[in-house]
C-alpha cells in the first residue's frame, strides 16, 4: 500500500525568506513519481513540483525545489524568497510510474503555509 | 486552452433532488478523473475515465453515477446523496492515464452542500 505523510499541519514564513516542507512515504513499488501540489484559496489544485523516483539528481523549478532520499523515503519541498502568493495548502504525493493508474494520486493530508508580508 | 471548467462552482441540493456536475477540457486528454475533497482533508479518488471507458470506480455509491459522453466532457450526476457527501468534487485531466505521470490538471471545483 502507498501512504504519504505530511507532520506538519501548518507553517508560517516571513515574506523573501526561505521554508521547507516535510513529506515521507511508504510504497512497494520500485518506481514512482512523487510531487508537491499547491492548493490556493481558489481551490484548483496546482502542480508545483515532480519528481522520478529513479533520478537521483534533485527536482528544482525557479524558487521551488525538493530533497529527495529516496533510502530514507522523504521528499521535502524547499520554497526559497517565498513570496505572499505562496500562501497555501501543499500536498505531497506519490503515484505509480508504469502500468495504469497513474492519475490514482495518493495524497498526504497537507500543510497549510502562510506567508508573513 | 490549458484550463479544465467546472460548473457549477456552488451547489446546493436536498436528499431527494437530482443534479449534475460538468467538467469540460479542450487540452486533447483522454484521461479525466473525479476527486472528492472533504472539508480539511486531502482529495480522494472517485472514478477515472481513460478514452471515454470508465477505467477506475474507487467502490463509489451507485448515487454517484460518472458519465462521459464524449473526449472533452464529463459528468456527475447525483441522486439521493447524504449530507456525508457534502464535500468539493475536483475534475481534473491528463494527457493519457497510462503516461499521466500524475501530471494532472485540476478544474477549481464544485462546492456541493447536501441539506
Known amino acids: 500500500a502507498q501512504t504519504v505523510t505530511q507532520s506538519q499541519p501548518e507553517m508560517s514564513v516571513q515574506e523573501a525568506e526561505t521554508v521547507t516542507l516535510s513529506c515521507t512515504y511508504d510504497?512497494?513499488?520500485?518506481?514512482?513519481?512523487l510531487f508537491w501540489y499547491k492548493q490556493p484559496p481558489s481551490r484548483q489544485m496546482i502542480l508545483v513540483i515532480r519528481?522520478?523516483?529513479?533520478?537521483?539528481q534533485n527536482a528544482t523549478e525557479n524558487r521551488f525545489s525538493v530533497n529527495f532520499q529516496k533510502a530514507a523515503k522523504s521528499f521535502s519541498l524547499k520554497i526559497s524568497d517565498s513570496q505572499l502568493g505562496d500562501a497555501a495548502m501543499y500536498f505531497c504525493?506519490?503515484?505509480?510510474?508504469?502500468?495504469?493508474?497513474?492519475?490514482?494520486?495518493?495524497f498526504g493530508k497537507g500543510t497549510k503555509l502562510s506567508v508573513k508580508p | 486552452d490549458t484550463e479544465v471548467t467546472q460548473t457549477p462552482k456552488h451547489l446546493v441540493m436536498g436528499m431527494t433532488n437530482k443534479k449534475s456536475l460538468k467538467c469540460e477540457q479542450h487540452?486533447?486528454?483522454?484521461?479525466m478523473y473525479w476527486y472528492k475533497q472533504k472539508a480539511k482533508k486531502p482529495p480522494e479518488l472517485m472514478f477515472v475515465?481513460?478514452?471515454?471507458?470508465?477505467?477506475i470506480n474507487e467502490s463509489v455509491p451507485s448515487r454517484f453515477s460518472p458519465e462521459c459522453p464524449n473526449s472533452s466532457l464529463l459528468n456527475l450526476h447525483l441522486h439521493a446523496l447524504q449530507p456525508e457527501d457534502s464535500a468539493l468534487y475536483l475534475c481534473?485531466?491528463?494527457?493519457?492515464?497510462?503516461?499521466?505521470?500524475?501530471?494532472?490538471?485540476f478544474g477549481s471545483g464544485t462546492q456541493l452542500s447536501v441539506l
Open positions: 481534473a485531466s491528463s494527457l493519457k492515464e497510462e503516461l499521466s505521470a500524475g501530471k494532472l490538471f
Open positions: 510504497t512497494s513499488e520500485s518506481d514512482y513519481y
Open positions: 519528481q522520478e523516483a529513479y533520478k537521483q
Open positions: 504525493a506519490q503515484t505509480r510510474l508504469y502500468g495504469g493508474s497513474q492519475g490514482n494520486l495518493i
Open positions: 487540452m486533447g486528454h483522454r484521461a
Open positions: 475515465y481513460s478514452y471515454e471507458k470508465l477505467s
